[in-house]
Protein backbone atom coordinates (compact mmCIF):
# COMPACT_ATOMS: atom_id res chain seq x y z
CA UNK A 1 0.00 0.00 0.00
CA UNK A 2 0.65 3.86 -0.58
CA UNK A 3 0.10 6.68 2.13
CA UNK A 4 0.32 10.37 1.12
CA UNK A 5 0.44 12.37 3.66
CA UNK A 6 -0.16 16.53 3.61
CA UNK A 7 0.85 18.98 6.17
CA UNK A 8 1.83 23.00 5.79
CA UNK A 9 -2.18 24.05 5.44
CA UNK A 10 -3.58 26.84 8.11
CA UNK A 11 -4.85 30.35 8.24
CA UNK A 12 -3.08 33.19 5.96
CA UNK A 13 -4.09 36.78 5.51
CA UNK A 14 -4.67 37.98 1.67
CA UNK A 15 -1.23 38.28 0.24
CA UNK A 16 0.20 36.33 2.28
CA UNK A 17 2.15 32.60 1.78
CA UNK A 18 1.96 29.15 2.47
CA UNK A 19 4.17 25.92 1.94
CA UNK A 20 2.07 22.79 1.35
CA UNK A 21 4.02 19.35 1.71
CA UNK A 22 3.30 15.89 1.07
CA UNK A 23 5.48 13.02 1.64
CA UNK A 24 4.49 9.16 -0.42
CA UNK A 25 5.38 6.17 1.89
CA UNK A 26 4.94 2.22 1.43
CA UNK A 27 5.54 0.15 -1.24
CA UNK A 28 6.83 2.36 -4.02
CA UNK A 29 8.65 1.23 -7.48
CA UNK A 30 9.04 4.51 -8.36
CA UNK A 31 6.53 7.53 -8.99
CA UNK A 32 5.06 9.01 -12.19
CA UNK A 33 4.12 12.34 -10.98
CA UNK A 34 2.60 14.23 -8.02
CA UNK A 35 0.44 16.96 -8.33
CA UNK A 36 -1.86 18.94 -5.60
CA UNK A 37 -6.26 18.88 -6.39
CA UNK A 38 -7.98 21.74 -4.55
CA UNK A 39 -11.67 21.98 -3.50
CA UNK A 40 -13.34 24.42 -2.13
CA UNK A 41 -16.82 24.11 0.23
CA UNK A 42 -19.83 23.70 -2.27
CA UNK A 43 -17.57 23.13 -5.40
CA UNK A 44 -15.76 20.00 -6.83
CA UNK A 45 -12.55 19.24 -6.56
CA UNK A 46 -10.20 21.23 -9.22
CA UNK A 47 -6.49 20.37 -10.35
CA UNK A 48 -3.76 22.95 -9.44
CA UNK A 49 -0.51 21.80 -10.36
CA UNK A 50 1.67 18.94 -11.73
CA UNK A 51 5.08 17.61 -11.65
CA UNK A 52 5.49 14.55 -13.66
CA UNK A 53 7.46 14.67 -17.00
CA UNK A 54 6.65 18.71 -17.35
CA UNK A 55 5.39 21.03 -14.96
CA UNK A 56 1.84 22.64 -15.50
CA UNK A 57 -0.52 24.66 -13.82
CA UNK A 58 -4.03 25.69 -13.68
CA UNK A 59 -4.65 29.04 -14.97
CA UNK A 60 -5.75 30.19 -11.83
CA UNK A 61 -2.80 29.75 -9.98
CA UNK A 62 0.20 30.55 -12.69
CA UNK A 63 2.35 32.88 -11.61
CA UNK A 64 1.34 32.51 -7.91
CA UNK A 65 1.84 29.01 -7.20
CA UNK A 66 4.87 26.82 -8.00
CA UNK A 67 5.10 22.95 -7.77
CA UNK A 68 8.30 21.19 -6.81
CA UNK A 69 9.94 17.78 -5.78
CA UNK A 70 12.46 15.80 -4.02
CA UNK A 71 12.69 12.37 -5.17
CA UNK A 72 14.64 10.89 -3.16
CA UNK A 73 12.14 11.87 -0.26
CA UNK A 74 9.48 10.99 -2.69
CA UNK A 75 7.82 14.82 -1.52
CA UNK A 76 5.97 17.05 -3.27
CA UNK A 77 5.40 20.81 -2.12
CA UNK A 78 3.06 23.51 -3.09
CA UNK A 79 4.93 27.04 -2.48
CA UNK A 80 1.94 29.21 -2.43
CA UNK A 81 2.45 33.14 -2.92
CA UNK A 82 0.15 36.16 -3.36
CA UNK A 83 -2.92 33.95 -1.78
CA UNK A 84 -6.46 35.34 -2.36
CA UNK A 85 -9.51 34.66 -0.47
CA UNK A 86 -10.92 32.43 -3.26
CA UNK A 87 -7.47 29.96 -2.85
CA UNK A 88 -9.23 28.61 0.38
CA UNK A 89 -9.69 25.09 -0.15
CA UNK A 90 -9.14 21.83 0.94
CA UNK A 91 -6.49 20.89 -1.02
CA UNK A 92 -4.98 17.59 -1.73
CA UNK A 93 -2.20 15.43 -2.73
CA UNK A 94 -2.23 12.68 -5.76
CA UNK A 95 0.55 10.69 -6.97
CA UNK A 96 0.61 8.30 -9.67
CA UNK A 97 2.88 5.76 -8.36
CA UNK A 98 3.53 2.25 -10.01
CA UNK A 99 4.59 -0.58 -6.73
CA UNK A 100 7.48 -2.95 -6.60
CA UNK A 101 5.60 -6.00 -8.24
CA UNK A 102 2.69 -4.05 -10.33
CA UNK A 103 2.41 -4.27 -13.83
CA UNK A 104 0.22 -0.75 -13.91
CA UNK A 105 0.81 2.51 -12.06
CA UNK A 106 -2.08 4.14 -9.71
CA UNK A 107 -3.15 7.30 -8.33
CA UNK A 108 -3.49 7.51 -4.69
CA UNK A 109 -4.49 10.44 -2.70
CA UNK A 110 -3.67 12.46 0.59
CA UNK A 111 -6.64 13.47 3.12
CA UNK A 112 -6.38 16.72 2.84
CA UNK A 113 -5.11 20.20 4.52
CA UNK A 114 -7.27 23.18 5.11
CA UNK A 115 -5.84 26.19 3.57
CA UNK A 116 -8.14 29.80 4.61
CA UNK A 117 -6.79 33.11 3.77
CA UNK A 118 -8.93 35.68 5.02
CA UNK A 119 -8.41 39.12 7.04
Known amino acids: QVQLVESGGGLVQPGGSLRLSCVASGSIFTIKAMGWYRQAPGKQREWVAT?????NYADSVKGRFTISRDNAKNTVYLQMNSLKPEDTAVYYC???????????????WGQGTQVTVSS
Open 51 to 55: SGGNI
Open 94 to 108: NADVLQYGATWSRAY
